[in-house]
């Protein structure tokens, strides 16, 4: 079975770094892409970006270029979204996904989502 | 690249038949047959209802149907029960690898 498992929810201040996990068990991980996905409260969901966790190639949202890093540990299965400094306007839930196929198809299986606080 | 563009709330009573539509350009949904829709309650995972314009991943009820005319795709959702309430959202693949979201579409059930 397919699961995609992500890190529980974080308070943090501006300015502080963060990086939140997503792993993924029941298929192969490294065959397939992870997108991450940005739901700012009481608004709708944006696309970050993507990694391919066989060789970490990323590509990312010109909206999050820059502003996030992605990343992947093929030993664990496991991947990761990162802030190096956090601002109160990234408040928001975060998830990952698996796209089916590839960076052209949809995302098949999901994260739960992790709430990421910002706040003085 | 902007959002594609969706209605923000639909309604219809049980058993009727509603449509969400995704409106693009011919730089995204027009290029593409890489359209895909979710299901989004509040509080739990997206869900993916419709891949490629108009396939069904397994699982998911023959009651959801898509397609495209030219730069818009559409969502049909026919025999509406009361759990088909949710946001839905669309998505279209664009140039230079990237993924373009549609604003969101509030389904509600009367």
């Known amino acids: 079975e397919v699961q995609l498992v992500q890190s529980g929810a974080e308070v943090k201040k501006p300015g502080e770094s963060l990086r939140i996990s997503c792993k993924t068990s029941?298929?192969?991980?490294?065959?397939?892409?992870i997108t991450w996905v940005r739901q700012m409260p009481g608004k709708g969901l944006e696309w970050m970006g993507f990694?391919?966790?066989?060789?970490?190639?990323?590509r990312y949202s010109p909206s999050f270029q820059g502003q996030v890093t992605f990343s992947a540990d093929k030993s664990i299965s496991a991947a990761y979204l990162q802030w190096s400094s956090l601002k109160a306007s990234d408040t928001a839930v975060y998830y990952c996904?698996?796209?089916?196929?590839?960076?052209?198809?949809?995302?098949?299986?999901w994260g739960q989502g992790t709430l990421v606080t910002v706040s003085s | 690249q902007s959002a594609l563009t969706q209605p923000a709330s639909v309604s219809g009573s049980p058993g009727q038949s509603i449509t969400i539509s995704c409106i693009g350009t011919s730089s995204d949904i027009g290029a593409y047959n890489y359209v895909s829709w979710y299901q989004h309650h509040p509080g739990k995972a997206p869900k993916l209802m419709i891949y490629?314009?108009?396939n069904r991943p397994s699982g998911v009820s023959n009651r959801f149907s898509g397609s495209k005319s030219g730069n818009t795709a559409s969502l049909t959702i026919s025999g509406l029960q009361a759990e088909d309430e949710a946001d839905y959202y669309c998505t279209s693949y664009i140039s230079s690898s990237a993924v373009v979201f549609g604003g969101g579409t509030k389904l509600t059930v009367l």
């Open positions: 990694i391919y966790p066989g060789d970490s190639d990323a």
């Open positions: 996904a698996r796209l089916r196929t590839d960076i052209r198809g949809g995302f098949d299986f």
């Open positions: 029941g298929y192969t991980f490294t065959n397939y892409w």
């Open positions: 490629e314009v108009n």
